[in-house]
């Protein structure tokens, strides 16, 4: 910060504290979810044999029901237990600490796999969810990205990727 010969310093830096606050209030930020969810995958995941991850859930709009519903994209690549539920209820409480669930699951192929994971809170004007999607590295196979398109060069030489166009 920049002051002038024999100007009061602590009234600059206010003005300039005070920009700054007016800056940062005009700032838009990105929305807190509902629902907060952790998670934490229990031991290494292994092709075909069980897994168990941990869910901490907890509602950032106060003690309401959450409804939990899990979802695999692909079946081909993971199923779950057959005593795990696809959706569950945590009942209101009082309690401010997490509620703790466990989902149950099977990796069919090695790779990246996903659960997602949403949870919805009724509220007067609907129902407002937050949704995440747990990843799960199954087997020590590296990862191969599957490329689309023809990786070509323009007159600078700089990288252009060409994605075919489709006609219907």
């Known amino acids: 910060m920049l002051a002038a010969c024999g100007a009061d310093t602590d009234s600059t830096q206010a003005a300039g504290q005070d920009k700054k606050t007016r800056e940062v209030g005009a700032m838009t930020a990105k929305p807190q979810g509902p629902v907060s969810i952790d998670y934490r995958i229990i ?20 003690p309401q029901a959450i409804t939990l519903s899990y979802r695999v994209n ?6 779950f237990m057959e005593s795990q539920p696809a959706e569950t209820t945590i009942a209101a409480g009082s309690d401010e600490g997490p509620s703790l ?10 790779g990246r796999l996903f659960l997602n994971v949403s949870a919805s ?17 199954v087997g020590t196979a590296v990862r191969q990205i599957d490329e689309n398109g023809v990786i070509m060069t323009d007159e600078n030489d700089n990288p252009i990727h060409s994605l075919p166009a489709s006609e219907n």
């Open 121 to 137: 809170v009724e509220i007067d004007g609907g129902t407002v969810s937050t949704s995440m999607a747990i990843p799960i590295e």
């Open 101 to 110: 669930r466990q989902v149950r699951l099977v990796p069919l192929r090695e």
């Open 74 to 79: 692909d079946s081909t690549a993971m199923e």
């Open 43 to 62: 031991g290494t995941p292994i092709l075909g044999q069980p897994l168990a991850i941990d869910l901490e859930v907890t509602s950032t709009i106060g």
